[in-house]
Structure formats: structure tokens, C-alpha cells
């Protein structure tokens, strides 16, 4: 069993233009994270990104004024090696990335947790 | 009064009572004797011509007359016998003919040149008489000459044409028996003329029995003439459509044919007839064909919308299903974290309800949009765009496609409303995949609506995709026409709403590129 409590050092940011997938995620991520900056797209998230500078990015791509993989490929041009899970409903070129951790929808919130820890593991390899 | 005394008396009696002219003249043509007559004829009293010369009288009216006059007087010497000879005289305008006796008053001295006694008889009448008469002889011998060659031509020519006519002809009395017949029958028939005169009409008729000849003459008889088709036989034995016309001569109790061999114009309209038959035939296979092609067509894109359909529900279902997905969870997660209570879990199963309503409403709403209609009706025109901008909404909001409308809401149209809502969420989709292949990153899709100047409504959808190539602007609404990829669509759609709006509505549907797009406008 992981220890989740590693997780409460850390901050993340959660892009999601679906109000009730967001809400529903903002929960479990409240009761692991540290701090979690919430965004209903990707303007908002870049934004909250450039301010807060989170650990960790979980975002969709499909979503109104700036999609997901706009704001990412502005993330990574910021931090190269930035951490960034996809949460997306289509399997294709289009809505995954090389660059990230690709979670297909309806999302398992066990395959979640378990994208987040390679995130930080790998996070952790470079720390140490 | 003695002998000579009486004798001159009678004879002057004689000269006066008498109408025709006489006088006698000497031999220097001098005037001896005249009588009244003869001066009525020179229209001067008997003292002013007696002793003058004949010649002086006669040259007034005509010169030739003297040489005339002087043939005679030769002619009276030489042979001594009375000479009649027509003199012509012109008086006053009037012409006059006289027949002229002249006779030689001899004298008992041989050497004495004799007197000439000449009777001037008046014969104009009779000349006019006579010219006339030979006028009208002349007149009719012309006429009858004319009359006759007339004839003549019109009998050589009806003969010749009778006789080298490419028609048939023949004579057929009222036996039957053929008692003439042209070369053209002969030939037509395959007999020699020999050989015709010798047959009758029920030899060589294939389709009547001598029977049904017969009362076919009698029926000719009675009406005069006929015009038939039949078959006749040839010596070698075949077969003749034949066409007849048989007029009855009732003076010399004849019939007279014209015949024409019709073999070749019945079997041209005959295998005319099996070709229009066919042709029937082949139009009604073609107009199933094309009926079978457009029932398949219809199929066709209803299947691609079936396919849109379920694009569509999947992505109105997608976003749900994720969160109502992450809830459950977050409910084993809520009492791992000690933070489940009663109150937790009617917030959860509420908005779940909720999300499944969605789900539920989302199908009902397809169901609805994809029924057939039953019947036509009128509808609002904004709610129909509605239905259909309501079907992409979710997806033009997470591909920052923005939708501006400016609808006149109180246009109603007659028709079929779902049909109409499918034509315009056909063209909203094309719209969407062409933002798609194109990567329009801020899509504008602008719907207006409003009342034409003709009444009619007009609506138009414009995009700013980069609009339709020129040379395929006009294929936009052919069937299977497609710029998508082969697996995407079936080039049907514009098709179908073409049809639909032209045909159940009694509208028109067409497309412009502007402002770096493409624009629909239905008018209806």
C-alpha cells in the first residue's frame, strides 16, 4: 500500500470544463493534495499554473477559450519536464500526449492515483 | 314611142329599180352610164359623175382598187367572158364590200373598144356574216383542237401513268374477273400480263374466301368504292400486305383498283410497335431502377444518420457518464476519509439522479428529433434550428466553436419539422468536420433569420471555415458528391436536403462563398 500522505506536500492543478466531473475529482484530489487549483479550461488553468506553479497538472482537452493541448504545450514551453495526466473521453492522436500520462474516461480513480504516483515517483527519482 | 325608144325606157327602169350599183364605163374608163344606185354610192348626184373617169372616183377610196379594176378590165378582153371580182371600199370609216359583175358591152365595130357594164353589188353584210362565221369556225376548230389534244394528253398520261405507275392498277368486272392490269401489278404479283387477264380477284386474295369476294363486290357496288387493306398471293406463293382502293364505274360497270404493296410498311410498324413496346418495358425498368437507386439512396443517408446519431449520443453521454462515474467512487472514497454521512449520500444520489436524467432526457430528445413525421405542420422555424443547434451544442462548446443567432422568432413554416431540423443539423455538422480537417481554431457560425421581401422565410447559415472551392460549389447538392473522406460520409445529405426543401416544401436551398466562408440560405 502507497503512502498517500506523501501527496499532501504537494500542490496540483485540475482542468476540467465539466462542472460535476469537476467537482466530483475536486473531492478526491481535496483529501490527498496539499493545495488544488481548480479550472474549467485551459486559459484558467494556464493562468492558475503561471501563479501557483502546481506539482502536479490533471486536464482534459476538450473545453471551450483554450483546450487542453494549447495550454500543455504553453506549460511545457514554461517547465520542460512539467508532470501532466490527460483525462480525455477519446482514445486518438488528437486528445492524448507522448509528453504525459494518458487517462481514458470514464475515469478509475485507483488508475488515477496510480498515474499520480509514477508522476512523482519520477518527480522523486530526480529529487533525490 | 318606137321600139329602141321603148327598149331604152325599160332598161332605165331596169337601172333605177335595181339596189345594186351599175354603171358602164368607156374604154378610157370614162363614165357613160350610172345609175342611182351607184351615186348614193359615191354620195354625189348623177351630173357631177356622168363623163367624168371611174378611176378618179375609185383612187378616193383605195389605190389598189385600180390596179384591181384594170386586172379585170384585162381579164374581161382576154377571155371575153363576165368577170366577178370583191372590191373593198373605205367611206367614211365605214368599210364596205361590194362583189363587182363586169361584162363587155361589145359593139358591133370589132375595132372598137368596148364599153364595160359593171353591177356593183353590196355584199357587206354578207362579208361581216362570213367573217364572223369564220371567226367562230375558226374560234372552234382552235377549241376542239385544243379540246383534243387536251384529251389526247390527259388520256396518254393517265394511260401512262396508269401503266408505269409504281402503284398497282387493275380492272376487275363484276365477276371478279381482272381485265386489265398495269405492269407494276403484274410484276407485283409475279404473273404475266397474259396471265392476270385469265385470273380473278378471289385467285389471287389470300385473306377473303370467293365468297367474302363476292359480297365485297356487291358491297363496292353499293357504296360506290372502297378502301381496304388485305393479303394477296403471289405466284411463288407468298405472302402481300396490300393496300386497295376500288372505285366502281357505274356507265361501263367496271371497277378500277389502285393496289399498293404494304409488306414492308406493316412489318416496319410492326417491328415499330414491338420496339415502342420494349422501350415501354425498358423506361418502366429504368424509372424502378432509378426509384430502387433513390429509396437506396434515402437508406444510405440514413444510415449515416443513424451513425451521426450515435456520434452524437456519445457525446452527450460522455461527459455525464464520466462524473456520475467519479461519484460513485467518491462515495467508497467519502467513507474511507470518514466523511460519509446520510447527508453526503442525498447530496451524491440526488445530483446522480440528476446525471442520469440527463442521460435519459438526451435519449428521449434523439428519439424525438429522429422520429419520422407523421404528417406535415407548421412550425417555428427558431425552434427547428434550435432542435438541431441543441444536438452539437456540447460539442461546439468544448471546440470553442461559437454559435451566434439572430432569429426572428415569430416565422412559422409548413412542413415536415423533424426532417427540416435534420437538414439543418446536416449542415451544422458539415460546418463542424470542415472546422475540424481545416483546424479553425476560433469556428464562428452565424444563423440568421428573417422575412424575405417575397414573404417567403428566409434562413441563412454562415461559417467562416474558409468557405467551398469554386469548381465544386456547383456539385454541393449533387447525390454522392462528397469532400469528406470516404468513411466519414456518403455525399448524400445536401442531396437529400435539396430534394426535401424543393420538392416537400416547396423551397429552394442554396450556396455562396463569403467573407472566407461558405453561407446555406433556405428560402421556404
Known sequence: ?128 | MDITQQTIKFYEALLRVTGDGIVITGESQNIIVVNDAFCALLGRPRTDILETNLFDWLSQFDNTIIDRWARLETRLHVTGENQIDEFRITSNGMERYFSVTATLLRQAEPNVMAAIVSTWHDITKLKQLEQSLKEYSGNLEILVNERTSELKAAYEQNSAILYTSIEGFFKVDLDGRIIEANDSYCKMLGYSREEMLNMRVSDVEALEDSDEVKRHIEKIIGMGGDRFITKQITMQGRILDVEVSVNYIKDSNIMFAFIRDITDRVSLENALNELNANLQKRVEEEVEKNRQKDHMMFEQSRHTAMGELLMNISHHWRQPLGAIGVMIQDIKDAYKYKELDEKYLDTSVSTMLNELNGLSKTIDDFRCFYARDRQASQFSLSHAVNKAVSILEEYFRGRNISLERDMDDSITIHGYQNEFSQIILNLLTNIKDAFESRAVANGIIKVNSYRGQSGKAVLTILDNGGGVGEDIIGKLFDPYFTTRHKSRGTGLGLYIAKTVIEKNMNGTISARNIDGGCEFTIEV
Open chain 1, 1 to 128: 500500500m502507497r503512502d498517500e500522505t506523501i501527496l499532501k506536500t504537494l500542490s496540483a492543478l485540475y482542468v476540467e470544463d465539466d462542472a460535476a466531473m469537476l467537482d466530483g475529482l475536486a473531492k478526491f484530489m481535496r483529501r490527498r493534495f496539499g493545495d488544488v487549483y481548480l479550472a474549467k479550461n485551459g486559459k484558467e488553468g494556464l493562468e492558475l499554473y503561471i501563479t501557483h506553479n502546481p506539482d502536479i497538472v490533471i486536464t482534459d482537452i476538450e473545453m471551450p477559450v483554450m483546450n487542453g493541448i494549447v495550454m500543455i504545450n504553453k506549460i511545457l514551453k514554461i517547465k520542460n519536464d512539467q508532470p501532466i495526466i490527460i483525462t480525455t473521453a477519446f482514445n486518438d492522436d488528437d486528445h492524448v500526449s507522448n509528453r504525459c500520462v494518458n487517462l481514458i474516461k470514464p475515469i478509475n480513480v485507483e488508475r488515477l492515483i496510480d498515474a499520480i504516483f509514477c508522476c512523482i515517483e519520477g518527480k522523486m527519482r530526480e529529487a533525490m
